[in-house]
């Protein structure tokens, strides 16, 4: 029954994407198109001048109401998106305007700021369905304490109470304060189940701030095995600055290969912290096309 | 959304899911006459499962006093107010639960808890429902001025509200006990089910960022053993095994015989719908009013009075089977009782456990003049 549902659920928002799809495809070929240079891409910098190169794009925002939870309304009116690409590289800056920055996670009530690219065949209705068993899409997903974690160090509990005390953990190794991981034994990792048994969102030590997943279909959002995407945000005076990057072909055959000269579906998605958003609950773009320069 | 059939409500009702039942569902049925909130349950889960760090406010399984306590605070109260007053109408609730009023978009009909509302576990302790008074308030059945202790697990609901609410299917009800596990590598800490589950018993781990939640310590109920909290009951408030619905009851089974049979263990709230599978023996000092009513449902007197019944020696099986409240570490499926014995027995039709129906009283002399000492306050 809930396979039912969500394939008519699907195949209504399909049927009404088609529609703004086919308008949008008449009225332009590519919605962002990612410009290719020959120098090396800003992976890194949001505000590096190579982004002047690229072709500003503003997406209007909207509300995601195909599952429940839904988002009512949209957090942000629009963002403005640019992607460059060197031949080896694809890197979007993504811009939003957010009065607050919330790039903590610990207390029971603080969800993150983010956003995400979404990747798959063009012309392929399902990819805003977040694809479907025989159509994967690929989700690039940016995340802000993530970035905090990469900038400022792990943020543990005594970040959010800075008059936290214990005496001891099992299995800890040190002296109080105990932080992650440098205290924590392989025995002390028990006691800690997100972190033992290989969460991305649980472990200590973030090599980047993008994580990228595969999709297929509502709610099938899992962390690659393979993991190569890299970016960084930056907020400043009320407004987050984001690159998100990955390579053009990937080796890992989880990843859609990004061909130049190609076209490709695409959507962005932002979570609004301080908003109380969170999975599902994000504002999103139409389904737009993607043209690889 | 699914029609499935509660039989707490009497009526079919709606569900993100269709009605899957486990081959077996366990339970547990709690004698609130009997608990004295000394907290060992508590303690036993908070050394068994959250002694790590993220994890040092959580109490999967705590006891709360009623009527003014309540872990997270007013888990229950805030609940209630979104629902808005209902109603059961002979027996059969004619209200809305948290999946029929859920507002449109959404899944359940929720709140989410913040940071402060979990850092008071022990308020309201001991604090009775009004002021004690001149009074002799204890010297009549059931008393005017009360207090009862409510220890609560996660209830492993047959229509969990948190599975239902998780958009990921990260959390799962298994198929052989109904245990309802949250699965730590496909979380991605969104806090649905925090916010959707009713009883407040998902979790969110401050350190490691993803929810975690009662396992109903299904370790040792594989291997046959109670859970930690249930074996570790002084006050042997306590009976856990496995649950029929009321059309297929074993009455040897004891928590059948308590639910079904005897309808001494009443749900939860039944009215949010989740048909939680955690029983009360409601307490017989206090009234049964809309309190205990809106708490235990519309059976609540009937269940006093049965448990009353019992206690005038009128029901010596109801008697024999509270009596084999964790007397054991073993499950066992069937019990009987004798004249003299409760016997418990496990699914081969072997004995696991004899308790004596009526303990021996010995009354010792004041003086003992062989060691030639007087004993003071000693049975």
């Known amino acids: 029954m809930k396979k039912i549902v969500l394939i008519a659920v699907a195949l209504v928002a399909l049927v009404s994407l088609s529609v703004l799809v086919y308008g949008i495809e008449a009225r332009q070929a590519a919605d962002v198109v990612s410009i290719r240079v020959s120098d090396a891409l800003p992976v890194t910098d949001p505000h590096s001048q190579l982004w002047s190169k690229a072709t500003e794009f503003q997406l209007p925002m909207g509300s995601q109401t195909i599952i429940a939870p839904v988002k009512p309304a949209p957090s942000v009116p629009y963002i403005q998106v640019r992607s460059l690409n ?40 399902a990819v805003l369905a977040m694809g479907t068993a ?108 984001v690159v998100i990057a990955r390579q053009l072909h990937p080796s890992d055959n989880e990843d859609i290969q990004l061909i130049s000269g190609e076209k490709y579906s695409t959507a962005f998605a932002i979570w609004d912290g301080a908003s109380g958003d969170v999975g599902a609950r994000k504002s999103i773009t139409a389904l737009l096309t993607l043209y690889v320069q | 959304m699914a029609k499935v059939y509660n039989w ?133 059945m059931p008393h005017s001025i009360w207090t009862f202790y409510l220890a609560r697990v996660c209830n492993h609901c047959t229509y969990p509200a948190c599975l239902a609410a998780c958009p990921r299917t990260s959390i799962y009800k298994r198929p052989q006990d109904g245990i309802v596990l949250l699965d730590q590598q496909r979380c991605r800490g969104y806090r649905e089910c925090v916010r959707a589950c009713p009883y407040k018993k998902p979790m969110y781990n401050h350190e490691t960022r993803i929810s975690e939640k009662c396992l109903f310590c299904f370790p040792a109920v594989e291997q046959g053993n109670w859970p930690r909290c249930m074996r570790s009951c002084i006050g042997k408030i306590r009976m856990f095994g496995s649950i029929h619905t009321p059309d297929n009851i074993d009455p040897e089974n004891p928590i059948d015989f308590l639910v079904h049979v005897k309808k001494v263990g009443l749900p939860l709230y039944p009215q949010f719908g989740t048909e939680p599978n955690v029983y009360y023996i409601p307490p017989i000092h206090v009234p049964a009013t809309k309190f205990l009513q809106q708490m235990f449902g519309p059976n609540v007197q009937k269940a006093q009075e049965t448990y009353n019944a019992m206690r005038n020696g009128e029901d010596p099986e109801l008697q024999g089977i509270l009596m084999l409240n964790v007397s054991t570490d073993r499950i066992f499926s069937k019990f009987r009782v004798t004249d003299k014995h409760a016997i418990g027995f496990d699914d081969n039709g072997s004995e696991v456990v004899r308790v004596n129906l009526n303990e021996p009283k010995v009354v010792r002399p004041f003086y003992d003049p062989k060691l030639g000492v007087y004993r003071h306050n000693i049975t």
């Open chain 1, 86 to 125: 060197n031949g080896t590289h694809i890197a979007f800056l993504i811009t939003w305007a957010d009065s607050t920055k919330n790039d903590r996670t610990v207390k029971i009530d603080e969800f993150r700021d983010g956003s995400a690219v979404l990747l798959g065949p063009v012309g392929e209705m």
């Open chain 1, 134 to 241: 025989t159509i994967p899409v690929n989700v690039l997903h940016w995340k802000a304490d993530w970035q905090a974690d990469i900038d400022t160090g792990f943020q543990g509990v005594e970040s959010a109470f800075p008059n936290f005390w214990v005496d001891m953990y099992p299995n800890v190794i040190g002296e109080p304060p105990y932080t992650l991981p440098g205290n924590f034994s392989d025995a002390a990792k028990l006691y800690l189940p997100g972190w033992k048994v290989g969460n991305s969102f649980s472990q200590p030590l973030k090599v980047t701030s993008v994580e990228e997943n595969r999709a297929r279909g509502f709610g099938s959002l899992a962390t690659e095995q393979s993991q190569g995407a890299i970016g960084r945000g930056i907020w400043e005076n009320g407004q987050w600055s």
């Open chain 2, 8 to 140: 707490q409500l009497g009526r079919y009702m709606e569900y993100w899911y269709e009605e899957v039942r486990p081959r077996k569902q366990m339970a547990a049925v709690f004698d609130i006459n009997k608990c004295i909130a000394c907290q060992t349950c508590t303690m036993a889960c908070k050394t068994t499962w959250t002694s790590g760090k993220g994890q040092e406010y959580m109490w999967w399984n705590n006891v709360e006093t009623r009527p003014w306590g309540s872990f997270p605070m007013g888990w229950d109260s805030k609940l209630l107010n979104l629902l808005g007053p209902q109603e059961w109408v002979n027996g059969i609730y004619a209200g809305k639960t948290i999946f029929e009023a859920a507002r449109p978009g959404e899944r359940v009909l929720g709140n989410l808890p913040i940071d402060m509302d979990w850092a008071y576990p022990n308020r309201g302790e001991d604090e009775t429902n009004e002021p004690i008074d001149e009074a002799k308030y204890y010297f009549s």
